[in-house]
């Protein structure tokens, strides 16, 4: 969709694939096998495999999305494009770390950004107004990004080589654990104000995210957060973890963050 307005693109997706899939409850059916069965035993959502061998649709939607980040992968390498895929909980600050990061990577690098939102472009806007080109994916009752939206995104962005691509997904510390968009890494954002313990809360999403980002330092003496625990506590989830407290809004350590943009 073309907002008549601002000439931007917005994708609109139905949800997830996890969702959006055919499934299958308490019913007959034939196959091209020349079978019939029932599933009054197994109502659980469900595909067949090339044997005939029940799969679960959760396991089918994640393989065909592995698929797709494979290729996604492939294609941001053979470019030397540098995928980030940045999560967090809803408010933790993603955004401002984006324009803040636009701005002040100026013209070493060219910044893209693949904003995802169950609704609204306000974020996409705000990184257009900090100077990069962003496309805004709207989710509908969808908690997370795809790896088939990444490369429908992709296609639009039209990165060029050398140039970093900046994921902002669906603020969720759940869903979006489980998938491969085709990232370089996945960069987890909390802020000062979640408290010390969120990595013990999701160990999934700390434990799949080789860089962590510890916002709003700015406030931290404000909300008596303590930095030392944190970092304690993202260690005992994922001890390889790269841990970096910054606050994007004032700019404080925020050069040891670019040097992640730099390095990879």
Same mark, same amino acid.
């Given at each position: 969709?073309?907002?008549?307005?601002?000439g931007?693109?917005?994708?609109l997706?139905?949800?997830?694939?996890?969702?959006?899939?055919?499934?299958?409850?308490?019913?007959?059916?034939?196959?091209?096998?020349?079978?019939?069965?029932?599933?009054?035993?197994?109502?659980k959502?469900?595909?067949?495999?090339?044997?005939?061998?029940?799969?679960s649709?959760?396991?089918?939607?994640?393989?065909?999305?592995?698929?797709i980040? &494979? =290729?996604?992968?492939?294609?941001?390498?053979?470019?030397?494009?540098l995928?980030?895929?940045?999560?967090?909980?809803?408010?933790?600050?993603?955004?401002?770390?984006?324009?803040?990061?636009?701005?002040?990577?100026?013209?070493?690098? =060219?910044?893209?950004?693949?904003?995802g939102?169950?609704?609204?472009?306000?974020?996409?806007?705000?990184? =257009?107004?900090?100077?990069?080109?962003?496309?805004?994916?709207?989710?509908?009752?969808?908690?997370?990004?795809?790896?088939?939206?990444?490369?429908?995104?992709?296609?639009?962005?039209?990165?060029?080589?050398?140039?970093v691509?900046?994921?902002?997904?669906?603020?969720?510390?759940v @869903?979006?654990?489980?998938?491969?968009?085709?990232?370089?890494?996945?960069?987890?954002v909390?802020?000062?104000?979640?408290?010390?313990?969120?990595?013990l809360?999701?160990?999934?999403?700390?434990?799949?995210? &080789?860089?962590?980002?510890i916002?709003?330092?700015?406030?931290?003496?404000?909300?008596?957060?303590?930095?030392?625990e @944190? =970092?304690?506590?993202?260690?005992?989830?994922?001890?390889?973890?790269?841990?970096?407290?910054?606050?994007?809004?004032?700019?404080?350590?925020?050069?040891?963050?670019?040097?992640?943009?730099?390095?990879?």
């Amino acid at each position: 969709m073309v907002d008549p307005e601002t000439g931007q693109e917005t994708l609109l997706r139905n949800g997830s694939l996890l969702h959006g899939e055919h499934d299958h409850h308490g019913h007959d059916h034939h196959h091209d096998q020349d079978h019939h069965h029932s599933h009054e035993g197994n109502d659980k959502p469900h595909v067949h495999g090339p044997n005939g061998e029940i799969i679960s649709l959760e396991q089918a939607v994640l393989s065909k999305n592995d698929q797709i980040a &494979e =290729r996604n992968r492939g294609w941001f390498e053979g470019r030397g494009v540098l995928a980030l895929n940045l999560v967090s909980s809803p408010g933790a600050g993603k955004t401002t770390l984006l324009e803040r990061t636009i701005r002040e990577i100026g013209g070493q690098r =060219r910044v893209y950004v693949i904003e995802g939102d169950q609704m609204t472009s306000n974020d996409a806007e705000r990184v =257009r107004a900090a100077g990069a080109k962003a496309i805004q994916i709207n989710t509908g009752a969808g908690c997370h990004l795809e790896a088939d939206m990444i490369s429908d995104a992709v296609k639009q962005l039209d990165p060029e080589s050398g140039s970093v691509v900046l994921i902002e997904n669906v603020g969720n510390l759940v @869903c979006p654990s489980m998938f491969d968009l085709g990232e370089k890494m996945k960069v987890a954002v909390i802020s000062t104000t979640e408290g010390e313990d969120k990595p013990l809360k999701y160990p999934h999403m700390f434990r799949a995210s &080789e860089v962590v980002v510890i916002n709003k330092m700015d406030i931290a003496e404000v909300v008596e957060f303590d930095e030392i625990e @944190c =970092r304690r506590n993202i260690a005992e989830v994922n001890p390889k973890a790269k841990v970096i407290s910054v606050s994007a809004k004032t700019g404080v350590n925020f050069e040891e963050w670019l040097e992640v943009l730099k390095d990879n």
